[in-house]
């Protein structure tokens, strides 16, 4: 099996405002899907972007010195239902209009019985339906100022491009994440993010994980300011290196790392089994340390 897939490389500044945000970005899923993607990525963040202005009274503008142990948090039930209720009808419609699997980065959920939230990714498809919502395990100083969840499952959805596993922002650190994804079945980490880049940061990023599981990677970078922050990246597409040109493990990558771009590449699945089958590191690995450890490490997880 084949399949294209695209890695939507996204300026803050296109969805700063919500009036009109989701219209602004319809034209380059189109011209993804006019290509031939049937999956598209977006970057972490894409569904808080509208909201920005009004998440930015919180934690990155601390007043007080005290404020450091327990930052005020700007999430309130009523923009966390609001935020949800504008990505799901947004995404989910797109994704029906094109007749595509939509992965558009992150938002934030609520809903929970306890009252908290969580930095979540979903992934839409071509009927607008829900195939699933993963949430982040593993939370950086924004999520833990917010007060967010940390998820305590990974899930892989089944698909027609792929069975699809999230590694969402810095679950990629933790090399465990895409690992447990991969032991499931997983054969395509899909990983949105907004941070700094750097060559050497990124290649112990997805692209580490790639080739230690032997699966593909859909890479999508949020650049430009957000919250008195400066984001850039690289989108890619990764695969094994045997599968590249010249051993290098891309498929196809942004040009540059501070401007917009789509990043497509088709994934054959057929030469991906045969990298498998000539090297079957899944014959190697430690299934027994696996469930000895692993099980352990994210119990208590969403307590954060």
């Known amino acids: ?9 996204l300026d803050a500044a296109e969805l700063r405002d919500v009036t009109g945000a989701w219209g602004r970005l319809r034209s380059r899923l189109r011209a993804a899907a006019d290509a031939g993607a049937r999956l598209m990525v977006l970057p972490e963040y894409t569904g808080l972007l509208p909201f920005a202005g ?25 923009l966390v239902r609001e935020m949800q209720a504008s990505y799901e009808e947004a ?3 797109l994704a029906k209009e094109l007749a595509v699997y939509l992965a558009p980065g992150t938002v934030l959920t609520g809903g929970l019985s306890d009252g908290s939230y ?21 939370l950086g100083p924004r999520g833990r100022a917010w007060g967010l969840l940390a998820g305590s499952e990974l899930g892989v959805f089944s698909t027609e491009v792929g069975r699809i596993g999230f590694v969402i922002g810095g679950d990629v650190k933790y ?13 395509m980490l899909v990983h949105p993010v907004a941070t700094r880049y750097s060559q050497e940061e990124w290649m112990a990023r997805l692209w580490r994980e790639v080739q230690a599981n032997q699966v593909f990677g859909v890479e999508a970078a949020l650049v ?9 990246g690289r989108s890619a597409v990764h ?16 040009r540059a790392t501070d401007a917009q771009d789509t990043v497509m590449a088709v994934l054959d699945y057929g030469r991906l089994q045969q990298v498998v089958d000539e090297y079957p590191i899944y014959g190697l690995m430690n299934h027994r340390l696996y469930s000895r450890y692993f099980p352990q490490a994210y119990e208590g997880a969403g307590n954060g």
């Not at 979540?120 to 919502?133: C, E, H, N, R, T």
């Not at 090399?175 to 054969?187: D, F, T």
């Open 175 to 187: 090399p465990e994440v895409s690992r447990i994804l991969c032991l499931q079945g997983a054969n």
């Open 91 to 93: 995404f989910s419609g």
């Open 1 to 9: 099996m084949k399949t294209k897939v695209a890695a939507i490389q």
């Open 239 to 254: 695969a094994p290196v045997e599968m590249t040109k010249g051993n290098t493990g891309l498929l196809a990558w942004a």
């Open 54 to 78: 009004r998440l930015a009274r919180g934690p990155a503008n601390l007043r007080a010195k005290e404020d450091a142990e327990r930052p005020p948090s700007p999430l309130s039930p009523e």
């Open 118 to 138: 969580r930095h979540s990714a979903y992934l839409f498809g071509p009927q607008g339906q829900v195939i699933g919502v993963q949430h982040q395990t593993h």
């Open 224 to 232: 430009g300011g957000l919250w008195k922050a400066s984001f850039c």
